[in-house]
């Protein structure tokens, strides 16, 4: 199984950064968690028809079975380097029906997570609420072993994985399977 994980945050020492670390790590045998790098995307223009960073992430989003998302919040929105990378995911004919689940890493943070909601359910993916958690990472100066090595916290990353790992099983991608076989 192949995770392709979003990170919101381009902070060297990101919460969300660090959970996604964390979580790829703790993956159980056969799922394997990949990081797409969202930094290097241009802004979101229509007009670009050929780009080798957006050809990147759209080849990722067709191998995927999965999205994992770990975003902050900012100014009661979205990050803007994760609506930038959906942006450009809208028109993806491989994103429709996406299992997708949400790591929130700020409870106190719920704004930002609703219009993530909205804006994937537009794009209509599959939000797997069973594996979207929230952790209570803001301050806690951990990074992604220390998550690892927090018992409470790495069994909700593994929790989560499970459910979504359940999922996948449940109803499997067909473009993401028999695009690995070609
Ligand atoms: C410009 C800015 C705006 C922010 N706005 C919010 C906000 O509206 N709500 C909130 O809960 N946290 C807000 N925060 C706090 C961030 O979400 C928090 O620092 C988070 O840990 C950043 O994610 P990261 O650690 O993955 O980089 C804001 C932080 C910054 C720098």
Request: include cysteine; aromatic fraction near 4%.
């Amino acid at each position: 199984m192949e995770i392709l994980c979003l990170c919101g945050s381009l902070r060297r020492s990101s919460y969300n950064r660090a959970a996604l670390d964390a979580a790829r790590g703790l993956a159980p045998a056969g799922m394997e968690l990949r990081i797409a790098p969202l930094g290097y995307l241009p802004l979101f223009n229509p007009d670009i028809v050929e780009n080798t960073e957006v050809a990147n992430l759209t080849h990722a989003i067709a191998h995927a079975d999965a999205v994992l998302i770990a975003s902050p919040e900012y100014a009661h929105g979205i990050s803007g380097p994760l609506k930038n990378a959906l942006d450009w995911l809208v028109s993806d004919q491989t994103f429709p029906g996406m299992p997708v689940a949400l790591i929130n890493t700020s409870p106190r943070a719920s704004h930002a997570m609703a219009a993530l909601r909205e804006v994937l359910t537009t794009m209509s993916a599959n939000i797997v609420e069973r594996a979207c958690i929230s952790l209570p990472l803001l301050g806690s100066e951990l990074d992604a072993a220390g998550i690892a090595d927090d018992p409470a916290l790495a069994k909700a990353l593994r929790d989560m994985l499970n459910e979504l790992a359940d999922e996948i099983r449940q109803n499997p991608r067909l473009s993401a399977v028999q695009k690995r076989e070609t």
